[in-house]
């Protein structure tokens, strides 16, 4: 796994592997790297999660990127986009930029899409194709969160490669780090 934006890793976000059975779940290592053992013809959907960890990645300057969006002066791409949407309603607006900077002056305990979506982070899928595989990419719509996801319907063998692109919301500058070793 690693960070949309400089391709660093990310270590301790929860992947979580749902099936018919009980949910597993693992975490990934200082390498951004996890591993799962399922068993070939199991369906299964890997939704990761991460709650904290977003160090000082957070500031104004975050906030000034959604206000320069918003007035067309800067153009975001879609994890960019994804991050600043910090209110979970779809769209990067000046309310957005409010709660950035709320966020970083430490007004709120927590972003709003955070607790929709019972995570500070949201995983875009980057995987290398496999046999019944699909992607949901992470997003927001009528006040709902779709966590991002691979699944596989059903896993027919091995399925190496099935990485994610993590965003922290509210990182729009992409200048988050992952925490010293």
Partial sequence: MRYYAGARPVPGAVIEVQSAGPTLSV???SA???AI???PGTNLRVVPRKTGGGGTALSALD???VLQAVAGKRTLGPLQALAGDVT????VDAVDAARILAMAVGLLPRLPAAQLCGSDWLFAPSAVGAPGQSMTPPGFANGICAPGA???TP???DASGQDFQAVLLGDV???WQPPAP
């Fill in 150 to 152: 691979i699944a596989f």
């Fill in 37 to 39: 053992a399922s068993a």
């Fill in 88 to 91: 979970g309603d779809g769209t």
């Fill in 27 to 29: 975490s990934t290592g």
């Fill in 32 to 34: 951004g790297d996890y």
């Fill in 155 to 157: 896993l027919s063998a």
């Fill in 63 to 65: 906030a000034a990127y």
């Fill in 173 to 175: 500058t992409g200048n």
